[in-house]
């Protein structure tokens, strides 16, 4: 666990919470800094803009992949800069080498399959699909949760979320080291009667 910012590539650092292991990503740009999913809670956002103060660089852009809760905080220390992706994004920044995955792509957390619409282990394969693409371009790959991979564990990744996917939609239990963890117990329960409705 990072408990201060660690560069992973140029310009680009990481700084990971004690809580589910969420990543915060700072982002040197030509302006400035650009934070995407900073922060859990109201000491780690401080001790995040700490660490910012420190790099002496002002913050120009806040950016969430997607709008879940654990995504969306922000401190005001980082000023008034923050947008967010309307569904679920990944950013590449093909510059560094480096893609950003939100919630996708970890070696802690197994797919997220939104129980409240249809179609859902379709649709996390057609972005599997299109993040294939950019995870083959990259050096580094920053899940929103876990542990930053790099070389060879990016495929890894990839990999993994496929076999997962194709196991629920083959209407298999996914064999996956990810599913030792108890808290994840409640979202592989979702995301299997997910993929049961979706093929019944």
Do not use: K
């Not at 806040?62 to 995504?71: A, I, K, L, Q």
């Not at 679920?88 to 939104?114: K, N, Q, Y």
């Not at 876990?146 to 083959?170: C, F, N, S, T, W």
């Amino acid at each position: 666990m990072n408990t201060m910012l660690n560069q992973v590539a140029d310009g680009v650092w990481v700084r990971q919470s004690e809580w589910v292991w969420s990543n915060a990503i700072v982002v040197r740009g030509e302006g400035g800094l650009v934070l995407v999913d900073p922060g859990i809670d109201g000491s780690e956002l401080n001790q995040l803009a700490d660490d910012v103060d420190r790099l002496g660089i002002p913050v120009v852009a806040g950016f969430s992949t997607h709008p879940h809760w654990d995504h969306l905080l922000w401190h005001s220390r980082f000023g008034e800069h923050q947008a967010h992706a309307t569904g679920h994004a990944a950013v590449l920044l093909a510059d560094r080498g480096v893609l950003l995955a939100g919630d996708m792509l970890s070696d802690v957390l197994i797919p997220l399959l939104d129980p409240r619409r249809p179609g859902q282990v379709g649709a996390y394969q057609s972005a599997l699909d299109r993040l294939g693409e950019a995870a083959r371009r990259v050096d580094v790959l920053v899940p929103g949760h876990g542990a930053v991979a790099e070389g060879p564990e990016v495929a890894a990744r990839l990999a993994a979320d496929h076999a997962y996917i194709d196991a629920l939609r083959q209407g298999e239990e996914p064999a996956d080291a990810r599913l030792g963890q108890d808290w994840l117990s409640g979202i592989h329960q979702s995301n299997l009667e997910q993929a049961r409705s979706s093929s019944g």
